[in-house]
């Protein structure tokens, strides 16, 4: 079904993309929220349908679209960290205080629910945990798709599930 | 703990994820059969991934394709651009034009801050009533009868109006504070004071970029957790 549709949106058929976009929406949304904050989060769904759009006509069909479409969301939301990053001096105040001293970022998580628990989370912690916990990326997949060696990947996730634990009250 | 234990947790996620060699496997369930506390820590870990796969993706408030389709539309680039703006406009049954995409733009900032003061305000009427409220209601009022005259000065005013919302729903939260538990109220001034760092830092970096798009959002959207962080701690000053 999908390969159909995709195939029919790299032609300009916007009825197939919005199917595509029908049955993905929720899941890219849910992967924005957690890795980039609920505030980010309908924008940057939008922003990742807008470039699959654009990009449609690299999908070759030899994957799944979801996992393609899962790749371009991953990019889109990396770069608005990115982007967000370039113009301030020493990163968001979240962020520099959530890389701090370890004490601050377990006492931050203790409490409060699981997923502003998530949200919460380093940027870097983040990501890898969201791809890998929730999302069911290897470690050598996140390695690439974040650009860091599969070891920063493995203690990144240690790290997080290590401040997740203060969540589970 | 022992400097073994903590060398041992270091491991934990790599032996629950099944990545750790046999030899090591078997070194650390012989230190797991003496260590409790690495035990707990493994049963905590375990549960932490347990819940992440259980969690469940939420769909947004709103519908997101309309924005989609417009810019799709708009920005006339895809696959192709003249099919594009010919179905994209087959998608509007009624033939209106669509409604603008959820993300703001610079003139939107300015008409986001306005709804958002009057939901702020309306909270604080509920939570606080009277006069409180009243004031609210009349900053409110002041934000509507604003046309933003350009962007720059509208996005100022708009951030007056927030403003003017936040310190409402501060003197609101002033007055109800001694009702609130200690460890609530630390809470909340620990978040505060990351909310205002970051407001801050915006509005710092907007100094010296001031027609940055990107960032005004942000800047929009931790006035935004700021106004929404006040409305909810004031809420529960009057239970």
């Given at each position: 079904m999908d390969s159909r549709d995709a195939q029919l949106a790299a032609e300009g058929n916007v009825e197939a993309f919005e199917?595509?976009?029908?049955?993905?929406?929720?899941?890219?949304?849910g992967l924005a929220y957690r890795m980039a904050g609920a505030d980010a989060a309908d924008e940057l769904t939008q922003d990742a349908f807008v470039r699959a759009w654009q990009k449609i006509g690299q999908f070759r069909g030899d994957a799944a679209f979801g996992s393609w479409l899962y790749r371009v969301a991953i990019s889109v939301v990396l770069g608005h960290r990115r982007r967000l990053a370039i113009h301030r001096r020493r990163g968001a105040p979240e962020e520099w205080i959530r890389e701090g001293d370890p004490s601050h970022e377990r006492r931050t998580v203790i409490g409060i629910d699981f997923e502003a628990a998530i949200e919460r989370l380093p940027d870097r912690a983040r990501h890898v945990f969201?791809?890998?916990?929730?999302?069911g990326?290897?470690?050598?997949?996140?390695?690439?798709?974040?650009?860091?060696?599969?070891?920063?990947?493995?203690?990144?996730?240690?790290?997080?599930?290590?401040?997740?634990?203060g969540a589970l009250a | 703990m022992t400097n073994e234990a903590d060398r041992w947790q270091e491991r934990l996620s790599e032996y629950l994820d099944g990545e750790l060699d046999s030899e090591q496997t078997a070194a650390l369930e012989t230190h797991l059969e003496g260590c409790a506390e690495c035990r707990r820590v493994l049963g905590e870990l375990r549960e932490v991934v347990e819940r992440a796969g259980r969690l469940i993706d939420m769909p947004a408030a709103g519908d997101l394709w309309t924005g989609i389709a417009?810019?799709?539309?708009?920005?006339?680039?895809?696959?192709?651009?003249?099919p594009i703006a010919r179905r994209a406009g087959r998608t509007s049954s009624s033939g209106r034009r669509q409604p603008r995409r959820v993300t703001f733009s610079l003139p939107q900032l300015a008409a986001a801050a306005v709804l958002l003061v009057a939901l702020s305000a309306g909270v604080a009427w509920q939570a606080a009533g009277g006069a409180a409220a009243r004031r609210a209601e009349l900053a409110t009022t002041a934000a509507t009868g604003q046309t933003p005259a350009g962007l720059l000065p509208a996005s100022r005013t708009a951030s007056n109006d927030y403003e003017a919302a936040i310190a409402q729903l501060e003197r609101v939260l002033a007055a109800g504070r001694q009702r609130l538990d200690t460890a609530t109220v630390r809470?909340?001034?620990?978040?505060?004071?990351?909310?205002?760092?970051?407001?801050?830092?915006?509005?710092?970096?907007?100094?010296?970029?001031?027609?940055?798009?990107?960032?005004?959002?942000?800047?929009?959207?931790?006035?935004?957790?700021?106004?929404?962080?006040?409305?909810?701690t004031a809420a529960l000053t009057e239970l």
């Open positions: 199917r595509l976009y029908r049955r993905h929406a929720t899941r890219i949304r969201v791809l890998h916990d929730v999302e990326y290897k470690h050598h997949e996140i390695a690439r798709l974040l650009h860091i060696t599969t070891g920063t990947s493995k203690s990144q996730l240690h790290r997080a599930r290590m401040l997740l634990r | 417009e810019r799709i539309h708009a920005e006339g680039s895809g696959p192709a651009a003249w809470t909340l001034d620990e978040r505060l004071a990351i909310i205002d760092r970051a407001i801050d830092e915006a509005r710092e970096a907007l100094a010296a970029d001031p027609s940055n798009a990107y960032l005004n959002r942000y800047l929009a959207g931790a006035i935004r957790r700021k106004l929404d962080l006040l409305r909810r």
